[in-house]
């Protein structure tokens, strides 16, 4: 086991964060240029190899990894964060990064709402004062009452909400099995999963574009590394908060990049949703030491 060093988990987590950024912003220019549906399949190729590399080279090998207690639950997790990343990325698409990641950023609420049907754990009040207050910001910047609610803005809600089961999901497999074989299920469910949707939107894409592509496949290897080495040397409970740094990395490349615009009412909003998430992080944190 690694040694603890809270402060490198910090900075791992910082780095994953903005890896993870990136990867969200190739990933909206190639959806653009060719569909969402390719670029995933493509995506998860290399995925798929790398999980299998770090697999085989785990205690016990594949045979061991690939060894589950829960089989059919771990590959529902694998083919519901494929479509997942689907639904988010089109998100990307139609709304922008900016938008998109405020939005997404509830899914820290949803798991702590759905925690108790799903998992049987206890909310207390607190914490359900901190979900409803994080709703309050999404309504500030989905503004159904303003005269510019649009439909769209419900695709990274329902993004959000398939990520937060996924996450309730990893937390229940992982009462009979290793991370390892969640990870390794993670990759092969999700592989066959983007293959089966994603052959059937092939398109050519441009020199350049496929350059693009080997750099989105080689920053989803090298964010999912960089989160594991955080995992190694430090608790997620004191790394996790950083990671609403994506939100702002993101909105960044969003706004430098793609011209996009952040609106007064998104800025207010995210920012109550990632402060009640904090505070839900926090909560939850002190409820599993007491």
Known sequence: ????????????????????????????????????????MVRYWFFAVFVLTIAAR?????????????PFLQAFRGVLLVLEICVMVTSFVYLGLVEAHAVFACYPLLIAALSGPVLGEKVGWRRWTAIGIGFV?????????????????????????MFALYGLL???????????TSFFWTGVAGVVTATLIGMWFW????????????????SGATGHYTLIKCYEVAEASAVQPFAYLQLVFASALGMLVFGETLRP?????AGIIVCAGIFTLIRARKAAQG
């Open 170 to 180: 990893t937390r229940r497999v992982a009462r009979t099995d290793s991370a390892a």
């Open 1 to 40: 086991m690694a040694q603890q060093d809270t402060r490198l988990g910090i900075w791992l987590m910082v780095l994953t964060t903005f890896i993870f950024a990136l990867q969200d912003g190739l990933s909206r220019h190639l959806s653009e240029a060719t569909n969402v549906y390719m670029v995933t």
């Open 203 to 218: 398109e050519p894409m441009s020199l350049p574009d496929w350059g693009m592509m080997a750099l989105l496949c080689l």
């Open 58 to 70: 785990s205690k016990g090998g594949l045979r061991a990894a690939a060894k589950s207690g829960q």
């Open 137 to 161: 910001g999404i309504l500030i910047i989905l503004q159904p009452s303003g005269g510019v609610f649009s439909p769209l803005s419900a695709i990274p809600l329902l993004a959000a909400l």
């Open 265 to 269: 009412n998104v800025a207010l909003g």
